[in-house]
């Protein structure tokens, strides 16, 4: 954006690169302001906008001249929540409208609300293409128990616990794979019971797509996003 014009102006500028006719310009422009909720904004100039406002302006410069196919490329990083949540309905509604969107995230969430098709990369490679349902159950093999604890415990203790396969940690809560027919919910009653410890919650979940992505690729969606930003400092230090 150039944040020393108005969104009106950014909207017309883009419209004239695109080619849209010159009679159209600001008609259109004023329509994707009413779209993207930034109307009564139309005069200000972006410098004093806010993230999600800058993200919407911008995805609304690229809608200019009606694409078949957008790319948008983690549209949703950085944002707060209400920004976050209104731009993915937005993108809903764009792919309604029978624009085709390709969009790269790490939140796999965001993919999983989003996409019809998804392709899983690691390392650069794509190691997995198909829809987020049919990823989720190529994990059906395993029962997923998620609980916390009223104080934190050792990784490697709960994986002691029997037909435990894997055991991840995400903020206060554990996330655990079991295999076979083992009581995983007595287990762990069991197992803080002998800890001193309460369970604060306890839920049978069905498999995610995290949980696909750790099991396809072995790799934490995380350590992609660490792997990702490493790279990038390396090309801008030359």
């Known amino acids: 954006m150039y944040e020393e014009m108005t969104a009106l102006e950014n909207l017309v500028f883009a419209a004239e690169l695109y080619g849209v006719n010159r009679s159209e310009r600001k008609q259109r ?8 909720d930034l109307a009564d904004r139309a005069g200000d100039t972006v410098v004093g906008f806010s993230r999600g406002m800058k993200r919407r302006l911008t995805i609304a410069c690229g809608l200019i001249h009606h694409p078949e196919l957008l790319f948008l490329d983690e549209p949703t990083t950085g944002l707060d929540v209400q920004s976050a949540h209104q731009l993915r309905n937005q993108v809903r509604r764009l792919n309604k409208q029978g624009v085709t969107i ?4 790490h939140y796999l969430e965001e993919a999983d609300q989003l996409c019809d098709t998804i392709a899983m990369i690691n390392r650069g490679r794509i190691v997995a293409l198909d829809s987020p349902e049919d990823l989720k159950a190529s994990v059906t093999g395993d029962r997923v128990v998620e609980v916390s604890f009223s104080a934190p415990c050792a990784e490697k203790d709960l994986e002691t616990l029997p037909g435990v396969v894997e ?6 809560k554990y996330r655990l794979s079991f295999a076979g027919e083992t009581d995983s919910v007595s287990d762990l009653v069991e197992y803080a019971r002998n800890c001193g410890r309460k369970i604060a919650t306890i839920n ?13 690729t072995g790799t934490p969606p995380d350590e992609v996003g660490r792997d990702k930003e490493q790279l ?3 090309r801008m230090g030359g």
Do not use: C, N, W, Y
């Open 204 to 216: 049978t979940l069905k498999p995610s797509l995290e949980d696909a992505f750790l099991k396809i």
């Open 29 to 36: 422009s004023m329509e994707l302001l009413e779209e993207f």
């Open 102 to 105: 390709l969009l790269t995230t």
């Open 232 to 234: 990038s400092q390396r």
């Open 167 to 172: 055991v991840h940690r995400f903020g206060d």
